[in-house]
């Protein structure tokens, strides 16, 4: 069952299972003293001695290419977070935006009341108005002030009879100081 998988894994070199079915180790064309561990992964070189398929995958990469990976991978992650920063404070401005849309709608609806009630309250104090107008002022008022262009007419007409008498009485008071005294 494992003879298959372990039969590919060597070119060189099979895996031999003995009659106890234990697994014994070949050879393999790449030796431990071969494989280096560099403490910066981003080495620009290939291992020294490596031999074999495996020395064609071991160019970690061009320094000019991994610069400019590793910058997109900063940016990205720089717009990544800029993007999750801006998407939550949406989401705080619209919760904040839905709260005062509801503030507002209230407001509205108790100054629709309010002007629905001193519309009609308008509307009473109107006719009140008219009312009361119709039966103090314009039926007193226009009588009265018939009444007062009368009484009027009647005083200028005494007022020139008492100058008239007036000038009567002074000449005759002349005539008389005239007359006895002098």
Same mark, same amino acid.
């Given at each position: *069952? ?91 401005? *619209? ?11 209230? @407001? ?5 009341? *309010?002007? @629905? ?40 007409? *005494? ?24």
């Amino acid at each position: *069952m494992s003879e298959g998988v372990y039969a590919e894994a060597s070119i060189s070199k099979k895996v031999h299972f003995g009659d106890s079915k234990k697994e014994n180790i070949v050879d393999i064309y790449v030796s431990t003293e071969s494989l280096r561990v560099y403490e910066n992964p981003w080495v620009e070189r290939k291992s020294p001695h490596v031999t074999g398929p495996a020395a064609q995958n071991t160019e970690i990469g061009n320094p000019v290419k991994r610069n400019r990976v590793r910058c997109d991978s900063v940016f990205l992650a720089v717009l990544c977070l800029t993007l999750l920063v801006g998407i939550i404070w949406l989401g705080v401005q *619209m919760n904040k935006w839905g709260w005062e849309r509801k503030q507002l709608h209230e @407001e509205n609806d108790v100054l629709r009341r *309010m002007t @629905e009630r001193l519309k009609a309250n308008n509307t009473v104090l109107s006719v009140q108005r008219d009312e009361l107008w119709q039966k103090f002022c314009v039926n007193k008022w226009g009588w009265e002030r018939k009444q007062l262009h009368e009484e009027n007419d009647v005083l200028r007409r *005494m007022t020139e009879q008492l100058k008239a008498n007036n000038t009567v009485l002074s000449v005759q008071r002349d005539k008389l100081w005239q007359k006895f005294c002098g």
